[in-house]
């Protein structure tokens, strides 16, 4: 089909989603403010200052799913074309309305992070059995990689990556909505050049859905998408961009997405990395996002919006420009890529942020080596309890085993039930253990200052006594850690003290 056969069938689509997207967020904008479905700025990051309401991501919802289906109403080749592929658009309502279902949620009731990760797998797996996976990989200069079974963790990873990219820009008026439609331009565009006819039908329709919403979204904002619109336009974008790249042969034609989303997934791995390298979980909230950081150098929210917008474009221009260049000219663009990126980190201050994540990275990884070290002498000692049948070996090995994993106290009192028990079993449990380590006689600790734990000991079914263990609360100091080998002590005991009936004292 001729793009100048289609270019009215585009336009209908977007203008139809654009009015009802236009029509439709006044009236949720309205009644969000009669159900007090509101945001509040309740929390340090956010940057309004009076409740703002949500769920304007209905709007855009319906904008987009009406406007496709008013195809089926009108005859011609657009309408030909969606009934030969029924299927992708059915695959595309499905799976993206489990996305938008827990966006609306979120937005009223408030979604975990374990709910929403869980929704986003279980939309990502539905839609790759249903036909968007990525099977195949063309690199510039390599040629085409078969990926096997990796294309299903590729493209699970495809689909909440990008889902979750949108969502992370939703932090400043008019920015992810802004963002969302210059990517999705971006993808129009790239489908006329390479007659996808039904990939431009959906990208036309989101872009319509997403420019109606914005008019009422840009700063300042008199309601916000909510994650039902965020999350639903990253599904949609990560869906149509798969669907254009799988009938392609243009080598970057994946590449071509993941520039024109350019902000939203840096701004994601800038994220994850930042949490992550910080030991906190990557979907924890902060006010260190490019918008954040934007904010921090004196720009208005308008001013924010305008930038990323300028650099939506570039990107989008980019991107477009790629599909029609050689592998040498592609080099260059990705090299000036790269070194734009690295200077734009550099200017918000992202690569101190780096160089303290890569440090802390670092120190994790010590610290890592150092556990693995001690959980191996540890267990060495831990054998030699178990096996030993002497008492004062017995005795030695406790405090050896303390005094390798730095603890301060130990003490091994038994009840009064352990006569009778010792009487009845055969077994004499008169270990007679009460340890200080060197630093805590020579310092004088203060006494609240010495984390202890007392863990029961356990014999035939039978409590017998008490194991308590005690260490420095200093900051580095992992109560965790200092559990997990109090544990392994207390089951080494039982089993030295169950198996290796001596009659003697110990």
Same mark, same amino acid.
């Given at each position: 089909?001729?793009?100048?056969?289609?270019?009215?069938?585009?336009?209908?689509?977007?203008?139809?989603?654009?009015?009802?997207?236009?029509?439709?967020?006044?009236?949720?904008?309205?009644?969000?403010?009669?159900?007090?479905?509101?945001?509040?700025?309740?929390?340090?990051?956010?940057?309004?200052?009076?409740?703002?309401?949500?769920?304007?991501?209905?709007?855009?919802?319906?904008?987009?799913?009406?406007?496709?289906?008013?195809?089926?109403?009108?005859?011609?080749?657009?309408?030909?074309?969606? *009934?030969?592929?029924?299927?992708? /658009?059915?695959?595309?309502?499905?799976?993206?309305?489990?996305?938008?279902?827990?966006?609306?949620?979120?937005?009223?009731?408030?979604?975990?992070?374990?709910?929403?990760?869980?929704?986003?797998?279980?939309?990502?797996?539905?839609? &790759?059995?249903?036909?968007?996976?990525?099977?195949? *990989?063309?690199?510039?200069?390599?040629?085409?990689?078969?990926? +096997? *079974?990796?294309?299903?963790?590729?493209?699970?990873?495809?689909?909440?990556?990008?889902?979750?990219?949108?969502n992370f820009t939703d932090g400043v008026d008019g920015v992810a909505s802004g963002v969302g439609f210059f990517s999705v331009s971006t993808i129009f565009i790239l489908s006329l050049f390479l007659h996808h006819t039904l990939t431009a039908c959906f990208a036309a329709a989101l872009a319509g859905g997403i420019f109606g919403f914005a008019l009422y979204n840009f700063a300042p904002a008199s309601i916000f998408m909510g994650d039902s619109g965020s999350l639903f336009i990253g599904f949609v974008i990560a869906a149509i961009s /798969?669907?254009?790249?799988?009938?392609?042969?243009?080598?970057?034609?994946?590449? %071509?997405?993941?520039?024109?989303?350019?902000?939203?997934?840096?701004?994601?791995?800038?994220?994850?990395?930042?949490?992550?390298?910080? +030991?906190?979980?990557?979907?924890?909230?902060?006010?260190?996002?490019?918008?954040?950081?934007?904010?921090? #150098?004196?720009?208005?929210?308008?001013?924010?919006?305008?930038?990323?917008?300028?650099?939506?474009?570039?990107?989008?221009?980019?991107?477009?420009? #790629?599909?029609?260049?050689?592998?040498?000219?592609?080099?260059?663009?990705?090299?000036?890529?790269?070194?734009?990126?690295?200077?734009?980190?550099?200017?918000?201050?992202?690569?101190?942020? #780096?160089?303290?994540?890569?440090?802390?990275?670092?120190?994790? %990884?010590? $610290?890592?080596?150092?556990?693995?070290?001690?959980?191996?002498?540890?267990?060495?000692?831990? $054998? $030699?309890?178990?096996?030993?049948?002497?008492?004062? #070996?017995?005795?030695?090995?406790?405090?050896? &085993?303390?005094?390798?994993?730095?603890?301060?106290?130990?003490?091994?009192?038994?009840?009064?039930?352990?006569?009778?028990?010792?009487?009845?079993? +055969?077994?004499?449990?008169?270990?007679?253990?009460?340890?200080?380590?060197?630093?805590?006689?020579?310092?004088?600790?203060?006494?609240?200052?010495?984390?202890?734990?007392? %863990?029961?000991?356990?014999?035939?079914?039978?409590?017998? +006594?008490?194991?308590?263990?005690?260490?420095?609360?200093?900051?580095?100091?992992?109560?965790?850690?200092?559990?997990?080998?109090?544990?392994? /002590?207390?089951?080494?005991?039982?089993?030295?003290?169950?198996?290796?009936?001596?009659?003697?004292?110990?």
């Open positions: 089909m001729a793009i100048s056969n289609l270019i009215q069938d585009y336009i209908f689509i977007s203008l139809f989603a654009f009015f009802i997207s236009v029509i439709l967020t006044p009236i949720i904008r309205n009644r969000c403010q009669q159900r007090n479905v509101l945001d509040f700025p309740t929390l340090a990051r956010k940057i309004h200052t009076h409740p703002i309401p949500r769920l304007g991501g209905i709007a855009i919802y319906f904008g987009f799913f009406l406007s496709l289906l008013s195809i089926f109403l009108a005859d011609g080749p657009v309408h030909s074309l969606f *009934i030969a592929h029924l299927d992708i /658009l059915l695959s595309l309502l499905v799976t993206s309305s489990l996305i938008f279902v827990i966006g609306i949620y979120d937005d009223i009731h408030g979604a975990t992070v374990f709910q929403k990760l869980s929704v986003q797998t279980l939309a990502a797996i539905l839609i &790759y059995f249903l036909g968007f996976k990525i099977n195949i *990989i063309a690199i510039p200069f390599v040629g085409q990689v078969n990926l +096997g *079974i990796w294309g299903f963790p590729l493209t699970i990873l495809w689909f909440v990556g990008v889902t979750n990219a949108i /798969l669907h254009g790249s799988q009938k392609s042969s243009t080598a970057v034609v994946l590449l %071509i997405p993941i520039v024109a989303l350019g902000v939203p997934i840096a701004d994601t791995l800038l994220a994850i990395i930042r949490r992550v390298g910080k +030991g906190r979980s990557p979907f924890t909230a902060d006010k260190e996002h490019i918008h954040h950081k934007l904010l921090g #150098m004196g720009f208005s929210s308008r001013q924010v919006a305008f930038i990323l917008y300028g650099v939506c474009c570039l990107l989008g221009i980019t991107a477009l420009l #790629m599909t029609a260049v050689n592998n040498q000219v592609l080099t260059l663009i990705l090299l000036i890529l790269s070194v734009m990126t690295i200077g734009g980190m550099k200017m918000l201050g992202y690569t101190t942020n #780096m160089m303290e994540v890569s440090t802390l990275a670092k120190k994790r %990884i010590q $610290e890592k080596k150092e556990f693995l070290r001690k959980q191996k002498s540890a267990q060495e000692i831990l $054998e $030699e309890i178990q096996t030993t049948t002497d008492g004062v #070996m017995l005795k030695k090995l406790l405090i050896r &085993y303390l005094e390798s994993l730095e603890f301060d106290t130990g003490k091994i009192a038994f009840s009064s039930i352990r006569k009778t028990f010792e009487k009845a079993r +055969g077994v004499n449990f008169s270990v007679r253990l009460s340890w200080l380590s060197p630093r805590c006689e020579e310092q004088n600790l203060p006494h609240n200052q010495i984390w202890k734990i007392q %863990i029961p000991l356990v014999c035939h079914n039978q409590s017998i +006594g008490e194991l308590e263990i005690g260490k420095y609360l200093a900051p580095e100091v992992s109560s965790l850690e200092t559990l997990f080998f109090a544990e392994h /002590l207390k089951y080494a005991i039982e089993y030295a003290l169950t198996h290796h009936q001596k009659h003697s004292a110990y």
